[in-house]
């Protein structure tokens, strides 16, 4: 199962690369899996969703990225999120916008494939955010946030559903222009996805089982 923590444990986000679960609710696990889509100056209008490594440098990283963010089947999604940020320089510093270059009315969205729901969706075979969140304007992806979540979560059946940044047209469900971006370090759109797991079941090393008592002790 995964590595689990208890609410008092719980005071940053999950670890997705190390696959942190928090027992919130006795009997559940519950997972916040997240990631970032790098736009280039290469442009593409398909994009993976990137679980980074803790080793931060580029020419020494022992443990490698997870080069895609996967649904498993069981999983129980509730939530779904993408944020667009400022881009930085070299240097760290934060630039004004996103500085990805776009066609107006196009549209980003995290999404399991390009025709999930144009307004978002939660189901067994597909996930996908509101497109109308992220509509390019003014040649560039606008900074900011957009949560998609459901009251009942929906299990994932079938087959894993690997998350990917999409660029669709106005309508959401097609695919638009390419995109790019001016920063020199590339520009990232973050994604992730809330779910839950049926927990372990306790062990006899989770119980008070009484010590055997045999004839003659006391």
Known sequence: MANRIYPGNYVNILDAYKGNAVAAIPGRQYFQTHGYAKITGTPANQFDIVIPSPDLRQDDKPRLDIPQLIVPVGARVYALGIRVTDAQDN????????????????????????????????????????????????????????????????????????????????????????????????????????????????????????????????
């Open 91 to 218: 240097n760290q510093n934060n630039l004004v916008g996103s500085k990805i270059i776009g066609t107006n009315n196009d549209r980003l969205k995290i999404a399991s494939a390009i025709n999930t729901t144009a307004t978002g969706q939660i189901a067994a075979t597909a996930l996908g955010t509101n497109s109308a969140a992220v509509v390019i304007a003014g040649g560039t992806a606008p900074v900011g946030p957009s949560r998609f979540s459901v009251i009942t979560p929906v299990e994932v059946t079938g087959s894993p559903l690997t998350l990917r940044l999409f660029v669709t047209n106005n309508t959401g469900t097609a695919a638009g222009s390419n995109i790019s971006s001016s920063a020199v370090g590339g520009s990232y759109v973050i994604a992730d996805v809330c779910w839950y797991i049926d927990d372990d079941v306790p062990t006899r090393e989770d119980e008070r089982i009484p010590y055997a008592v045999y004839s003659g002790q006391s």
